[in-house]
Each structure stands twice: as structure tokens, then as C-alpha cells.
């Protein structure tokens, strides 16, 4: 006689006929797998030459009539003038320090600031009030919506302790420089960068990408200048990637154009060590460029030209992890510039790090090395390792150069590896 038949569906092998990444399950499939939530995120926005900003902690209540919001009393292009100024300050009063003719720029030529420790504490204290006053300047004004957020947002970000942060914002901004007031002597403690892990987003939306497979060994790709191979730790964070990956290198910019037009270039991480500089290209803002031992600039729309027809393609692969070390690579000259970073981050890429300025090449290739280092294990995200490279050299070294490396996405990007 015929009987109901009880059935368990255990899998859901058509995905429900979408790419979409799954957002929700059932309630006894178990906790989905994937990061955990920010514990805040400040959107700043630009209409024209104005500035909005908003700000919610997932998991707090907003106020009963409104959300954490206002509009900013500076213009836009005053706020990046004072953008660039602040690089400008760690360049010239920091790097560019040069007290004495037979030890010049002491903190552009060595990693460890320790032998000239008061001296770099004094710095530091100069960098951080410079950090302070840049925020204090952006949230100036009377308006009773623009004080309320910013005595809540300064709240925020020093009365919590060690927050992940997201800027989504439609200008560039050097937020691991800025600083804030928390009263205590020590001038490390009030950086962002230091207190906090921070990325700025803002780019399009990811494109939708064929599942990733975690895989034994990751797949890297060095992407340099032959002049370059040679200084300080860079021998041995080729190594490294050369032992704890499968390698490509390619110091020709046609290697690298020929990757990026493939369809797949299916990398874990692709790291840039080769010069940075700004171009005219004849256009009336300087395009940022990176350029390898041969002489042709690779900048941001070259890079979206060759890789255009692969954005919406379902069995296209692109999404490594980026670290770009070379002058510059972390920001835009102009507000209406798409820097190098966003346009690989609009094209695949998993996040981007990246220097705010010119970097001293020693201390870069020790950033690289620590960096890759940890992230190569599949232990702990990008934003962690950011976050504790800062606090490392600081610790170690007294060096505050750590807080110039941006990153543009990607505070959760890890390695996944098969054991």
C-alpha cells in the first residue's frame, strides 16, 4: 500500500542554479564558513565638493531617528590638500631627516631606528599630532549633526580597543596615518593604524568568480626590476617565495601584460618590487604608473585595457592578493584618479597593500619579507598581519614606517591552504 516516503536532503549539488556566493543556510547545516562581521564601518561620500559622512557598528542599534550621519564642514579638495600634506610631513620630516653629514638621512638608510631612539620618538610624537590635527581639521564645525557624530565616532575609536575598520570612501586617504587624542603619554597608542585594522574600500563590485580551491602549495608571481634584486632583504623574499610557493617571476612588462590578458591567472598572490612614479601620458592629472627593468609604465588603464574582457566572463580567475611594493602604489594623485590598487581590486584581485609614499627600498624589502612571511602560512588575515607588522616595528625597531602601507580591501584575505 502506498506509504509517505521521509527524505533528507543532504546536498544541494545545483548551488540553486546561481553564482552568487550563499549568503544564509539552514539552521542545523551549522555555522557557514567566512569572516567574521566589521565592528564598524564609516562611509565618506562626495557630492560635487561636498563631504558626507555616515558610520554603523553591525549589531548596535543606530539612534531611533536616524543613523550615525552628517555633512562635513571642509570641501573635498581642501581635505585632500591636506591629505597630501600630511604624506608630505612623514616624507620630509621623518625620511628626509638629515642632521648630520657623516650619517645622512639616518632613517631612510636603516630598518632599526633604535641607535637614534629619541630622536624617532620625538618624530613619532611630531607625526602623531600631525595625525590628530588632520582629524580634527576634517571634523571641524558647529553643526549639531556634525558634532554628535564626531564626539560618537571619537568614542568609537578610542574607547574599544582594537577594532576592524572599514573606510568605504570615495576619496583616498592615509587612514592608518591619522591619529586620535586617548589622553596617554605614549604617542604610538593614538595612530589608527596601530590601534586599529583598517582598509579602505569603496571600489565595484567584485566579479563573480568560479569557486576557489584551496590547494597545498600557493601560487605566486614576483613581478620586478632587475636593478632591484639585490637590495637589502629582497634576496631573501625571493627565496622565500621561491621555497614556500610555486614561483613565477617576470621582470618584462609584455610577461606581465600577457598574464593579465589570459582569461586565468589563477595566483594566490602577486607581489610587485620595482619603482613607482607618477607620468603625464598628456593627460591633465599624472597617471600612477609601476614600471619593471624595461622602460614602459604600467598603470592603472593599461591594466584594466588588457584584462577588460574577462570582467563578466563565468570561467575567468583572477583574484590574488596584491602587494604592491613600490613608491606611491597605495594612493592617487588627484581625487578624480583611479589609483593603480582600485582598478586591480575592480578587476579581481582580493585586496591590495600598498605604500602611501616613497618608501625607503631598505625597509621596504623587510615590510615584504615580514609581510609575506606571515601571510604565506594561511594563519592570519592581511589585516592582522598589518596590524601586527605595525605594532613589530614599532616594538622592535621604533619605526613608524609600517603605518605608511595602505590597504585597499582585503582585511580579510587569507591564504586557504590543504594541509
Not at 609575506?372 to 592582522?384: K, M, Q, R, S, V
Request: charged share 25%; with cysteine.
Amino acid at each position: 500500500m502506498p506509504r509517505d516516503l521521509h527524505v533528507l536532503v543532504r546536498q544541494n549539488p545545483s548551488a540553486d542554479y546561481t553564482r552568487l556566493p550563499r549568503q544564509s543556510g539552514p539552521a542545523d547545516a551549522g555555522p557557514l564558513k567566512g569572516p567574521a562581521p566589521l565592528d564598524i564601518v564609516v562611509s565618506l561620500r562626495r557630492h560635487g565638493d561636498e563631504l558626507h559622512i555616515s558610520a554603523f557598528r553591525p549589531g548596535e542599534r543606530t539612534p531611533g531617528t536616524r543613523m550615525h550621519r552628517a555633512r562635513l564642514a571642509v570641501p573635498a579638495p581642501v581635505l585632500l590638500a591636506k591629505a597630501s600634506r600630511l604624506r608630505s610631513v612623514w616624507r620630509d620630516r621623518l625620511i628626509g631627516y638629515d642632521p648630520d653629514p657623516f650619517d645622512p638621512y639616518p632613517f631612510a638608510t636603516a630598518v632599526d631606528f633604535t641607535p637614534h631612539a629619541a630622536v624617532a620618538e620625538r618624530k613619532v610624537a611630531e607625526l602623531a599630532e600631525e595625525g590628530r590635527y588632520f582629524l580634527e581639521t576634517m571634523f571641524d564645525g558647529t553643526d549639531r549633526s556634525l558634532v554628535r557624530f564626531r564626539e560618537y565616532l571619537s568614542a568609537t575609536l578610542t574607547e574599544h580597543g582594537s577594532l576592524r575598520i572599514s573606510f568605504d570612501s570615495d576619496l583616498h586617504l592615509p587612514w592608518p596615518m591619522l591619529a586620535v587624542d586617548t589622553g596617554r603619554p605614549d604617542p604610538w597608542a593614538d595612530f589608527l593604524g596601530h590601534r586599529h585594522q583598517i582598509e579602505q574600500t569603496g571600489a565595484a563590485y567584485p566579479p563573480i568568480q568560479p569557486p576557489n580551491s584551496a590547494r597545498a602549495k600557493p601560487v605566486t608571481s614576483l613581478n620586478t626590476d632587475d636593478q632591484l634584486t639585490g637590495i637589502g632583504r629582497a634576496p631573501e623574499v625571493r627565496k622565500l617565495l621561491e621555497d614556500r610557493s610555486q614561483l613565477t617571476v617576470r621582470t618584462d612588462s609584455d610577461l606581465l601584460l600577457e598574464a593579465l590578458s589570459a582569461a586565468v591567472l589563477d595566483e594566490d598572490v602577486m607581489y610587485f618590487w620595482c619603482h613607482g612614479q607618477f607620468v603625464a601620458n598628456d593627460s591633465p592629472y599624472e597617471q600612477l604608473a609601476v614600471r619593471l627593468s624595461d622602460d614602459r609604465h604600467i598603470d592603472a588603464e593599461l591594466v584594466r585595457r588588457h584584462r577588460r574582457r574577462h570582467l563578466d566572463r563565468p570561467d575567468a580567475v583572477f583574484r590574488p592578493f596584491v602587494l604592491l611594493n613600490a613608491c606611491h602604489t597605495g594612493q592617487s594623485a588627484a581625487a578624480e584618479l583611479d589609483h593603480l590598487g582600485r582598478a586591480l581590486v575592480d578587476l579581481g584581485a582580493d585586496g591590495v597593500l600598498g605604500p602611501q609614499l616613497q618608501i625607503p627600498q631598505e625597509f621596504a624589502a623587510e615590510y615584504a619579507f615580514a609581510f609575506l612571511d606571515h601571510y604565506l602560512t594561511g594563519e592570519f588575515t592581511a589585516g592582522e598581519i598589518t596590524q601586527q607588522l605595525v605594532r613589530w616595528f614599532a616594538r622592535e625597531y621604533r619605526n613608524p614606517l609600517a603605518l605608511a602601507y595602505s590597504l585597499h580591501c582585503g582585511i580579510d584575505s587569507i591564504l586557504e591552504l590543504n594541509p
